[in-house]
């Protein structure tokens, strides 16, 4: 059975990541999502509340849930890779920028453990320049990222930063 693991912040996922992880299961029987734990990284959503979007989010694209293990992960990816003993790593390339930092952390973790590969998947064109950094700062100003986001995660950053500016304004429905 073929196994990839599919490392990240996921903070949080998006339709991006989701695209991919869709991709992800054309390619192998089971993957294993795998959110980095680095308080360095100053994450807005805590661990648990990553992987609970994540797991929300296989439900709504209706992935097979048998075949996505959602896991948390600290220290060395390839080190969790052979706990795992999963040989694949899984990332996803946007656009030109990502190429160079993927390439520099393939060629690590190859450094690291000879014996992980490192595949990756092209991002779906519609969600190309779609970061979790990017919008968490469009979300938190006010703006809209609806239909970049999984419907859970839009719920959570609707809970995290309050009403949109433009949801505020509109008219109620009682007048
Ligand atoms: P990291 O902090 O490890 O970069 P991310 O959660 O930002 O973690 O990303 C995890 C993986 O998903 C990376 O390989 C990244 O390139 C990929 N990714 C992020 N956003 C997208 C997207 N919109 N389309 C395709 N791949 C993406």
Same mark, same amino acid.
């Given at each position: 059975?073929?196994?990839? #693991?599919?490392p990240?912040s996921?903070?949080?996922?998006t339709?991006?990541?989701?695209?991919?992880? /869709?991709?992800?299961?054309?390619? %192998?029987d089971?993957?294993?999502?795998?959110?980095?734990?680095?308080?360095? /990284?100053? $994450?807005?959503?805590?661990?648990?509340?990553?992987?609970?979007? #994540?797991?929300?989010?296989?439900?709504?694209?209706?992935?097979? $849930? /048998?075949?996505?293990?959602?896991?948390? %992960?600290?220290? &060395?990816l390839?080190?969790?890779?052979?706990? /795992?003993?999963?040989?694949?790593?899984?990332?996803?390339?946007?656009?030109?920028?990502?190429?160079?930092?993927?390439l520099?952390m393939?060629?690590?973790?190859?450094? &690291?453990?000879?014996?992980?590969?490192?595949? %990756?998947?092209?991002?779906?064109?519609?969600?190309?320049y779609?970061?979790?950094?990017?919008?968490?700062?469009?979300?938190? &100003?006010?703006?809209?990222?609806?239909?970049?986001? $999984?419907?859970?995660?839009?719920r959570?950053?609707?809970?995290?930063?309050? $009403?949109?500016?433009?949801?505020?304004?509109?008219?109620?429905?009682d007048?």
């Amino acid at each position: 059975m073929s196994r990839a #693991i599919y490392p990240g912040s996921f903070d949080p996922i998006t339709n991006g990541h989701a695209s991919i992880l /869709k991709s992800g299961l054309v390619a %192998f029987d089971e993957i294993v999502v795998a959110v980095l734990d680095n308080e360095r /990284k100053r $994450p807005l959503f805590s661990v648990n509340e990553r992987i609970e979007m #994540i797991r929300e989010t296989v439900k709504e694209i209706g992935a097979d $849930p /048998k075949r996505i293990e959602v896991d948390s %992960f600290g220290g &060395l990816l390839v080190d969790y890779c052979r706990r /795992k003993q999963v040989r694949v790593v899984l990332r996803g390339l946007r656009a030109v920028a990502d190429f160079e930092y993927e390439l520099q952390m393939a060629n690590m973790n190859r450094h &690291l453990n000879e014996e992980i590969e490192t595949v %990756f998947i092209m991002a779906n064109d519609a969600y190309f320049y779609v970061a979790s950094n990017l919008v968490k700062e469009a979300r938190r &100003l006010g703006g809209d990222v609806s239909g970049l986001v $999984p419907e859970a995660v839009a719920r959570r950053l609707d809970e995290r930063f309050g $009403p949109r500016v433009s949801d505020e304004s509109a008219p109620s429905s009682d007048g």
